[in-house]
């Protein structure tokens, strides 16, 4: 069976003023409906790297590939109409902020619903958002609906958000640090959420985060970001055999109960990984 | 060495990523700035206009081919549409209307200058006395400044130049009454974000007093800002004049300015349409030249403004 | 979570209305303010309010008399005391030049500009605001360059020099507009001037004839400061909804498939839309005022004209008087774009 998304070879550049700096370079990876992690500090490339899957490469940037395809569609070439037949209803994003990514003037339901109502089904729009609500395990669905997003909390926007991307059942899910701008408490509880809907729905998931470990034990897969670069590819169950030192400096910067870990491990860094 | 070699070398002193002195720091500062100005070509263009009022200014008396203000012979000059000896035609006193647009250059600088000389430190001490000491001090003068701001400007503007009495002195006097709050309300927002910054502190512990702060280390720091959008300003005075002396209310004549001229021509309108048109043309380039410059200097130093 | 959101909408109720006090308060205080600079003007000028009343030719008797009578022998503050006793009345006293009081004067001018600012407010929105989304759209395309320079332009301009050229060429050379005036002598009693608003009273009269010539001499002393305004709205458009099109809920629309046209139009404009109220009351209440200029030069009978006149007369009560009603009239506005805005903006609505 053919992969439902593949990239071969992507790159992204933005102008500056000494010429373009490209913040992707060549970044090659293919996903069937598994769940992929991508992790890697801020500015490895890897948020764009998600845009860029869903064509939303800001103007300013330019995006090349030599393969960027989602089941059978040449994302390079497609339309305007293509893309928005893609967008939403077969591939959709969730974001890291809800105080940022839900639209502050119009209430949860207007902007569920309108998810839905864009890719057929007007008439069950509003019985399909509050079963989407339901699902995200909101208890009080109609009073979230008639809310705006600064009523809500981050764990509810970010709930409300998964539920607006989820309910038009799409075959592919980009996740961008979905959970980083939540409250500890709160981040698990979505996690847990977003994990059971990808494996009910069994939809692809690429799963955007700089946190490794938690990465590691939410995917199948994981690809280790470092200046826009792939530096490793690794089994989620097989972290300990991590081979680069970047990978392993990301494993070890974690603080342990046992022992003392003075002095504090640092993250090395090397203009060899670079090439 | 060469001239060549020299300059290159006082340009990469310029623009040294290690500047050694504070001095250099500032020059190379100042140097990106301009050399980010020179690539706007509009703002480029707002500042040729606006040298070549000053210019003017200065030289009117060399660059007017005849008396601004004595006509020629009232039977045979007067209303003369444009030509070659009279580069914008005469008007009905048989004067020479580029000569008299000329001088008035002098008077819209002079207007222009005192308007910014009067209201700019009205302006910062309002603005930062009442930042400064906040409480009971900054609501009395922000009230105070509130109610200004109420009054629509020209309006307010009228109201004052018909208590003085009509006039130039009396009109830019006016208008300076009716600038000065919106760069208090700006040096206030610039001096609460100064106020508790640790250098101001040091001072204060070295046993500083109110005045000296104010004076010696907040003001200096408002002052920028305060000048920047004083210039975004300097079209709306121009204006606010002209349309004075449109009224009667500004300069009186003889004098050649430029709303009053075309109010002078008003009444030719329709057969002599140079009279009233030629003044427009000057107050229109001139204010057009301030807002050009105005608009390059944010885009310069406010990038996100101008985006 | 359900009972923190309905915690938040019963404490809703009482900030809007400590917000209400606050503003109020505020306005007073304000009016008052106006009252306290009108009133120094009128003492400061060169002009005897006695005389105004009683002529130069009157006896010294009957000039003491009346400066009784106006209060001009007691303490500034009393004075003060009884100019704001009869302001909240509504009495400015009498004008000068037209012997009748300030009010009436000011009630029949003012409708006049009123219509003028409000077609020119229409023109200005209408046209401002989707030229300056399109100008965000098109961020540094030629479109955008174009809206620049001619929105510069228009800030440029002198409005009364403008107005003497259209009048030059629309009116004197081509003949397609009407010139000065709200309207020809020959339709001036078709109609009663039930509210004052010509277009409204002759189309509600159905006097279609007066209605065209209202038309034709409003249009271009309203097209004039419509393109001021539209400058204005445009460049203020412009900025806000490059501002709203770089968020991240843009990013979730576009994720979710909306339309391109829908996201600028409904996503991106409502947002904008809120600090956008505040620029169109704010060029309204400006219009009012930029008016004095534009109706002197058209001869339109409004409050602009009626204040020059005033002034070139050294009719002081008049000055002060329409002076006042304008001043007043902003803080109106100002309030007017306050409450707009806790209407579009949820975030204001619901919070204290």
Known sequence: MSPLLSVENLRIAFPSRQGPVEVVRGVSFSLGRERLGIVGESGSGKSQTGRAILGLTPVSGTATADRLEFDGVDLRSASTRQWRKLRGARMSMVMQDPKFSLNPVMTIGRQLMEAVKLHGGKSEAHDKSIAMLEAVQIRDPERVMAAYPHELSGGMGQRAMIAMMLVTEPDLLIADEPTSALDVTVQIEVLRILDRLVTERGMGLIFISHDLRLVSTFCD???????GRVVEELDARRMSEATHPYTRGLLNCLPTITGDSRPLPVLARDDAWLE | MSIGASRQSLGEWLQSEQPASRRQARLGQAWRTWRLFTGNRLGMIGLAIVLLLVLVAIFADVIAPY???????????????????????????????FSRVVHGARLTLMVVALVAIIATPIGLLVGTVSGYFGGWVDTVLMRVTDIFLAFPRLILALAFVAALGPGIENAIIAIAITSWPPYARLARAETLTIRNAEHIDAIRLQGASSGRIIWGHVVPLCLSSVIIRVTLDMAGIILTAAGLGFLGLGAQPPQPEWGAMIAGGRRFIIDYWWVA?????????????????????RDVLDPKAGK | MATALAEGRSRALPAFLGKTVRLLATIAVTILGLLVVTFLIGRVVPVDPVLA??????SQSTYDKAFVELGLDRPLYVQFGLYVEKAVTGDF??????KKPIIDDIARAFPATLELATVAILIGTLFGIPVGVWAAVRQGKLVDQVVRIVGLMGYSAPIFWLGLLGLLVFYAKWGIVAGPGRIDISYEYAFTPTTGLFLLDTAMQGQWGAFRNVVSHIALPASLLGYFSMAYIARMTRSFMLNELAQEYVVTARVKGVAEWRIIWVHALRNAAVPLVTVVTLSYASLLEGSVLTETVFAWPGLGQYLTNSLQNADMNAVLGGTLLIGIIFVGLNLLSDFLYTVLDPRVRRRA
């Open chain 1, 221 to 227: 897969r994981v690809l280790v970001m470092y200046a």
């Open chain 2, 67 to 97: 008396d601004p203000l004595l006509g020629g012979d009232l039977r045979t000059m007067r209303l003369l549409p444009p030509s070659m000896d009279h580069l914008m035609g005469t008007d009905d006193l048989a004067r020479d209307i």
């Open chain 2, 277 to 297: 048109t030629m003044p427009g043309i000057a107050i229109f380039t001139v204010s057009l030249g301030f807002n050009l410059l105005g608009d390059g200097l």
């Open chain 3, 53 to 58: 009343v009683v002529g130069d030719r009157a």
């Open chain 3, 93 to 98: 006293g009498q004008s000068m030049l037209t």
